[in-house]
């Protein structure tokens, strides 16, 4: 008889214990997604300080923004399929992809990868023979490409922590070199 009675005591404090821990897990803050968001480009516009154009982009996960400076050319080469234009020659970037369609590579994704001294870094991946394979790119020429070949942007969220805060624009617009 003891031994039901120890039985049902444990059962009795696991389950207090257990309905406390579910109470408890209510309260905690799920642990954030790691890994990179995938972004959606906005806009590309003139910054006013700087007079310089960027591309801003915005993360669809928690909705932070950054601003990188880009040139003439690039602005170019982003506005172009941005806007749905289909200019009457191929730009550099229609080039490429045609190049990449004839030797049957397809561009899967783009990543902005970092943020350093001043300077975004970006990852083309792209697969061919079902092997994946990843080149080093400036993230203007990664975003022309994408948009291009209708290929997800994503951005390491470190981009973000180092550029701002969540739902503001980035800091600074940085530059690419």
Do not use: N
Request: net charge positive; proline share 8%.
């Amino acid at each position: 008889m003891m031994t039901w009675r120890r039985i049902l005591a444990t059962c009795l404090l696991v389950g207090a214990a257990g309905s406390a821990g579910a109470r408890d897990r209510a309260d905690v803050t799920p642990p954030r997604p790691i890994g990179p968001q995938e972004a959606e480009v906005v806009a590309v516009l003139v910054d006013q300080r700087t007079q310089a154009p960027a591309v801003v982009l915005q993360g669809k996960r928690d909705k932070r923004q950054i601003a990188m400076s880009i040139g003439l050319a690039e602005a170019t080469g982003i506005s172009v399929p941005l806007r749905g234009v289909t200019p009457p020659r191929p730009l550099t970037h229609d080039l490429f992809l045609t190049l990449f369609g004839r030797l049957k590579v397809s561009l899967a994704r783009v990543v902005i990868t970092d943020f350093r001294d001043d300077i975004y870094y970006a990852t083309l991946y792209l697969t061919a023979d079902g092997q994946e394979m990843t080149l080093d790119s400036r993230p203007s020429d990664a975003i022309a490409l994408a948009l291009r070949a209708k290929a997800p942007v994503l951005v390491e969220d470190r981009v973000f922590d180092k550029m701002g805060s969540p739902g503001s624009p980035g800091t600074g617009p940085g530059r690419q070199i």
